[in-house]
């Protein structure tokens, strides 16, 4: 019987095909961005791809700080620590709380593993494909931010394709008009565009359900 890939090596399968083909994508980004649908005319793809790697390195390094905390947090601890890369307060700070940090019965935080080798290798295969307009927030909790929907373009092997044309989650899958925010469309963030600089305001569920269906193969 031929052995069966563990979680850590499907995890850094992922990140080395993520690694490839952003590679890739790179060398062959104007022709696919610029080869694309007229509905994105309007979206700077090559300019937003930028944008979207300085703020992926702030990321990176800051859950990195995450993980590597020996003592335990508190919210404004938290909040600090993401400054350059979350919006505090938004659906992307409580999602980070829950899906890389375990919360101890005296209200501080302690970091966890989680899927993260999948999510991360996720957003570095990652590409800006158009925007969505304003996120219409219907929580009033979440209201303050003004966030923009980027549709995100993820390619890090045949698994990912597997899920994205043929789970059933997407109805179906395709890259919305410019502009038009739709869900079941496409994996999606949340950002807040200030001063130049981004910071990541939510995950949608179209894009988590890829990582926890990638992690959830990986076991």
């Known amino acids: 019987m031929a052995a069966v890939p563990g979680r850590g090596f499907l995890a850094q399968r992922i990140l080395a095909q993520g690694t490839l083909r952003r590679a890739l994508a790179v060398c062959l980004c104007l022709a696919w961005l610029f080869a694309g649908s007229v509905s994105a005319q309007d979206f700077d793809r090559a300019a937003e791809l930028k944008r979207y790697r ?26 600090a620590m993401f400054e350059k890369s979350v919006v505090p307060g938004s659906r992307a700070a409580g999602f980070i709380r ?37 996120y219409p927030e219907a929580d009033a909790a979440f209201k303050g931010a003004d966030l923009t929907v980027w549709y995100l373009h993820v390619d890090v092997g045949d698994m990912t394709n597997t899920y994205l044309l043929s789970s059933g989650q997407f109805t179906p899958y395709r890259l919305p008009p410019a502009g038009t925010f739709e869900r079941n469309a496409y994996p999606f963030l949340l950002m807040e565009s200030r001063d130049g600089a981004l910071r990541l305001g939510g995950v949608s569920a179209e894009l988590w359900g890829l990582v926890a269906w990638l992690h959830n193969a990986a076991n």
């Open 54 to 79: 300085t703020w992926l390195a702030a990321f990176t390094q800051d859950m990195d700080r995450l993980a590597a905390a020996r003592g335990p947090l508190n919210d404004a601890q938290l909040d």
């Open 98 to 134: 829950q899906a890389f940090a375990r919360r101890n019965g005296d209200g501080e935080y302690r970091p966890q593993y989680g899927p993260r080798p999948v999510f991360m290798g996720v957003l570095s295969g990652g590409i800006p494909a158009g925007q969505g307009g304003s």
